[in-house]
């Protein structure tokens, strides 16, 4: 499996994605999170999600994502995922 997290880095392997997930653990421990799936696109081997990240920390809201993920299959198996992740600027809150 491969993991291409659109400007900012690579991951190859279960292993990394992991490591990588243990590493982000504690910023989702530290704020509370509210994610939308606004929709779904299916093929035979590919699943398109698009979808929108609100960040908040002590009530207040902190950060919103725009995001976008790619997911490639063979054999029923995820075997090349593209995430495309865009910070607004302009946030409510």
Do not use: H
Not at 9 to 21: K, P, T
Request: negative net charge; hydrophobic residues 40%.
């Amino acid at each position: 499996m491969r993991w291409n997290i659109i400007d900012e880095q690579i991951l190859n392997g279960i292993d990394e994605v992991e490591a990588y997930f243990k590493s982000v653990r504690e910023y989702f421990d530290s704020v509370t999170t509210d994610f939308k799936v606004n929709e779904v696109i299916e093929t035979e081997d590919k699943v398109v999600v698009i979808g929108t990240a609100e960040f908040y920390r002590d009530d207040a809201l902190i950060n919103v994502i725009e995001a976008c993920d790619v997911y490639l299959f063979e054999n029923n198996k995820v075997t090349d995922l593209k995430s495309y992740c865009i910070p607004m600027k302009n946030i409510k809150g």
